[in-house]
């Protein structure tokens, strides 16, 4: 049989990028191998947002890696079934959780750091731990709270608990919503000064962290930048500008950066 396949003319520059393009085709279709790659991909992203947060082998990984103090919570979404229809449910406490905070844990640290599993736990399984890792090592001084695991969270979950810590700063690490090639990727969100009712304009997002989209050392970066600067000037949001890849471009320290206010 002769090859039927009739490639793209733009096939070179799919060395350049993961994305779908120049596929070719087969008679008036898609290739065979394309094809079982996409419904693949698909697949993957429908289990990520459904799969559930194994938050016993989250914290094993975290005391592998030194991190002893790990807390759980769980937001006022009951089930997976409820976090995907009720968005605003994930986004608070549960009442035993926020409880919880309050009797037990201590108070008044420069910065939280909470992992919650989002729309990808496979990306806080996967992405979560390397990545506090990287960014620990940059933060000596810094007085650095307990980690805590947050299943069924939105981002401004993050707000709540740091208002009960009374946390100056709280760093959401959460499971971004799956593309279709990349279900396990991590957004990363900073808040100064968290409180119920902060709104994602007073917060800066660091997006795509993974192997493949911003490492997790080139993120950790970005976000002492960003906390350095934060601490510096009291605020997060549109009023504190990433200019860390100008610092990196510049080979400066973080501090000869200056942030605009």
Same mark, same amino acid.
């Given at each position: 049989?002769?090859?039927?396949?009739?490639?793209?003319?733009?096939?070179?520059?799919?060395?350049?990028?993961?994305?779908?393009?120049?596929?070719?085709?087969?008679?008036s279709?898609?290739?065979t191998?394309?094809?079982?790659?996409?419904?693949?991909?698909?697949?993957? %992203? =429908? @289990?990520?947002?459904?799969?559930?947060?194994?938050? #016993?082998? +989250?914290? !094993?990984?975290l $005391?592998?890696?030194?991190?002893?103090?790990?807390?759980?919570?769980?937001?006022a979404?009951?089930d997976?079934?409820?976090y995907?229809?009720?968005?605003?449910?994930?986004?608070?406490?549960?009442?035993e959780?926020?409880?919880?905070l309050?009797?037990t844990? %201590? =108070? @008044?640290?420069?910065?939280?750091?909470?992992?919650? #599993?989002? +729309?990808s !736990?496979?990306? $806080?399984?996967?992405?979560?731990?390397?990545?506090?890792q990287?960014?620990?090592?940059?933060?000596?001084?810094?007085n650095?709270?307990?980690?805590?695991?947050?299943?069924?969270?939105?981002?401004?979950?993050?707000?709540?608990?740091?208002?009960?810590?009374? %946390? =100056?700063?709280?760093?959401?690490?959460?499971?971004?919503?799956?593309? +279709?090639?990349?279900p396990?990727?991590?957004?990363?969100?900073?808040?100064?000064?968290?409180?119920?009712?902060?709104?994602?304009?007073?917060?800066?997002?660091?997006?795509?962290?993974?192997?493949?989209?911003?490492?997790?050392?080139?993120?950790?970066?970005?976000?002492h930048?960003?906390?350095?600067?934060?601490?510096?000037?009291?605020?997060?949001?549109?009023?504190?500008?990433?200019?860390?890849?100008?610092?990196?471009?510049?080979?400066?320290?973080?501090?000869?950066i200056?942030?605009?206010?």
């Open positions: 049989m002769s090859d039927t396949l009739v490639k793209n003319p733009w096939q070179s520059l799919r060395q350049f990028t993961n994305a779908r393009i120049a596929l070719g085709r087969a008679g279709g898609m290739p191998e394309p094809l079982l790659a996409f419904n693949l991909a698909h697949a993957q %992203a =429908r @289990d990520a947002v459904h799969h559930p947060l194994d938050v #016993d082998a +989250l914290r !094993a990984r $005391a592998d890696a030194g991190f002893a103090n790990v807390v759980d919570v769980h937001s979404a009951p997976r079934a409820h995907l229809r009720r968005p605003d449910l994930g986004r608070r406490l549960a009442d959780s926020r409880a919880m309050d009797a844990c %201590a =108070r @008044d640290h420069d910065v939280l750091f909470v992992i919650a #599993d989002g +729309l !736990a496979f990306a $806080a399984s996967k992405q979560a731990v390397p990545f506090l990287a960014i620990l090592s940059r933060l000596d001084d810094w650095i709270g307990p980690v805590v695991i947050a299943r069924q969270g939105r981002v401004a979950l993050a707000d709540e608990i740091g208002e009960v810590m009374r %946390a =100056r700063i709280v760093v959401m690490l959460i499971g971004e919503r799956p593309g +279709l090639s990349s396990d990727s991590l957004g990363i969100y900073v808040t100064y000064a968290p409180a119920v009712g902060r709104s994602d304009a007073e917060r800066n997002c660091i997006s795509n962290v993974r192997p493949e989209g911003l490492n997790h050392d080139a993120a950790a970066y970005k976000l930048y960003l906390l350095t600067h934060a601490r510096r000037l009291g605020l997060t949001g549109v009023a504190l500008k990433d200019d860390s890849d100008a610092a990196i471009a510049a080979k400066e320290p973080l501090t000869s200056a942030c605009h206010a």
